[in-house]
């Protein structure tokens, strides 16, 4: 799984009459960026909203939207289409086109094509408030689930209308997490994942503190992927600026203490723990309540040593359970890598040297090297940390495999 899961796949992009219709033009771009082969296909209404030559500039395919139209010689379209694709999301998914779905009418494109569908679908109802809370709306969306359709909740807040509550469409990278979910293979069913992400922050006083570079995307990356393919997912997360990976519990700490304290708390219980987060080796012998005035003169600071989280977590390990951590190296990566790996009894680890631009702290990149306990060693090329993230399961899960054989 070096690349997503949605590189190569055919999706359907259903769009209904909604003013959220709009929102599917950025949802495409998404895909696309993934990789995917985007195909369109329009309500009457939708083309109301936005106009069809837009999505076909961008897929360079025709839309899909009247289904006695023979403009490319193909009578049966829905079905070609519904063979054809990976899988099938409707955003927006109206009350109607909803409606439609939940009692098997085929009277238009996408619901035909829907319905002759065995690929997974997602559906992304958006509406007004009271349309949303009805109690025909709600049994339909009952009904849909029960069948196996996948439906993505509603936002909440300002709608177009005036009125305010339950119906905005979700955002177009939630949509695209969650299509990607249903699309990942279920292979961590059943596993609890504690990944730690982030920096730690150690006060000297109330603004200023000892910290790193680390931005959390790695730990982020793997929480992710992780709850794709089928973990429960417990991120412990210093300081960052991320938003919180769908579907993961999520603990929030700022020193290493903080972060001690949360991972030995959810340890016992986890499968699998992958610590990427850069912990602070030292902390202030004492903070001082009040901001230190600047006097220019030299300032020195007595620091005490951080708990060993990763030395802790390798001495507690018990049998079936992995450890995986990170190590962020300026040289002799090889060297410094085996000998972390043993001192501290992980199972894996990840190891990179530090100072490319395009690489380690803060990069949407990651070039690192995998140091396995049983003495290998794989080279992995530069990759996004979401495919690097994959990578790690992926030899988690064949780690598992070694054990049991």
Avoid at 59 to 72: C, I, K, L, N
Wanted: with cysteine; proline share 5%; net charge neutral.
């Amino acid at each position: 799984m070096e690349q997503s899961v949605l590189a190569g796949k055919t999706i359907v992009l259903g769009v209904t009459g909604g003013i959220a219709a709009y929102k599917s033009v950025e949802l495409l771009r998404i895909l696309q960026k993934e990789d995917a082969r985007v195909r369109v296909v329009m309500t009457a209404a939708a083309a109301r909203f936005v106009g069809p030559l837009t999505f076909e500039a961008l897929t360079g395919e025709a839309v899909y939207s009247d289904m006695w139209s023979r403009a490319d010689g193909d009578a049966i379209r829905h079905v070609t289409w519904a063979r054809e694709c990976d899988a099938i999301v409707v955003a927006p998914a109206t009350a109607n086109t909803l409606a439609r779905l939940a009692h098997g009418l085929a009277d238009d494109a996408l619901s035909a094509l829907v319905l002759a569908a065995t690929a997974p679908v997602l559906l992304c109802p958006a509406m007004n408030v009271h349309m949303y809370e009805n109690a025909a709306t709600r049994e339909n969306l009952e009904t849909l689930a029960r069948r196996g359709y996948a439906v993505l909740a509603p936002g909440s807040g300002f709608l177009a209308c005036g009125d305010t509550g339950a119906g905005r469409l979700p955002e177009p990278p939630l949509i695209a997490d969650r299509l990607a979910w249903l699309m990942s293979p279920k292979d961590l069913s059943g596993k609890t994942v504690l990944v730690t992400a982030g920096p730690t922050r150690e006060f000297i006083d109330p603004v200023r503190f000892i910290s790193n570079p680390s931005s959390g995307r790695m730990g982020h990356a793997v929480a992710r992927a992780a709850e794709h393919r089928g973990a429960r997912v417990i991120l412990v997360e210093g300081p960052v600026s991320l938003p919180d990976p769908p579907g993961v519990t999520v603990k929030r700490v700022n020193s290493a203490l903080e972060m001690a304290e949360a991972v030995f708390a959810s340890a016992a219980d986890a499968d699998l723990v992958v610590k990427t987060a850069a912990v602070s080796d030292y902390r202030p012998e004492s903070a001082a309540d009040q901001k230190i005035k600047g006097s220019r003169n030299q300032l020195s600071l007595s620091l005490l040593p951080n708990p060993d989280i990763l030395a802790e977590l390798g001495g507690r390990k018990r049998a079936g359970q992995l450890l995986i951590g990170f190590a962020a190296e300026t040289e002799n990566l090889a060297a410094h890598a085996t000998e972390k790996l043993a001192k501290k009894n992980l199972d894996m680890i990840a190891a990179n040297l530090i100072g490319a631009a395009d690489s380690g702290f803060s990069a949407e990149t990651n070039k690192v090297t995998l140091f396995t306990r049983d003495g290998s060693a794989v080279q992995v090329p530069l990759m996004s940390k979401n495919a690097l993230a994959h990578l790690i399961l992926d030899h988690a899960v064949q780690l598992w495999g070694k054990e049991k054989g």
